[in-house]
Nanobody
Framework: QVQLMESGGGSVQAGGSLRLSCAAS????????MAWFRQAPGKQREGVAR????????YYADSVKGRFTISQDKAKNTIYLQINSLKPEDSAIFYC????????????????????WGQGTQVTVSS
């Protein structure tokens, strides 16, 4: 079993920044691959960034490249999502997810690849 707890969301002005955190616990073999997703009201859940825990290799959705950065602190079993130059369209609930393995390419951002999910943290960006 894996437990995931997100934090760091909030309300910010457009152009601002946020750093989201996801603290993980439980079976390490079940969370070799971790990712951030977002879901806006009325929209499908969208994968934005993925990290392989052992190698640190990352992958980003084209829509967020250059503004979002996924990183990890292995000692704290925590991954982060740094979001810069926030836009109103970034407003969504951001979820952390984990899996024992996932695809290295774009398929690694599909929700179906992940077994464990956090409860989400709300990000609201005002113009």
């Amino acid at each position: 079993q894996v437990q995931l707890m997100e934090s760091g969301g909030g309300s910010v002005q457009a152009g601002g920044s946020l750093r989201l955190s996801c603290a993980a616990s439980g079976d390490t073999s079940s969370r070799r691959c971790m990712a951030w997703f977002r879901q806006a009201p009325g929209k499908q859940r969208e994968g934005v960034a993925r990290i392989f825990i052992y190698s640190g290799s990352t992958y980003y959705a084209d829509s967020v490249k250059g503004r979002f950065t996924i990183s990890q602190d292995k000692a704290k079993n925590t991954i982060y999502l740094q979001i810069n130059s926030l836009k109103p369209e970034d407003s969504a609930i951001f979820y952390c997810a984990a899996a024992s393995g996932c695809d290295s390419g774009w398929a690694g951002l599909l929700p179906s690849q992940y077994n464990y999910w956090g409860q989400g943290t709300q990000v609201t960006v005002s113009s």
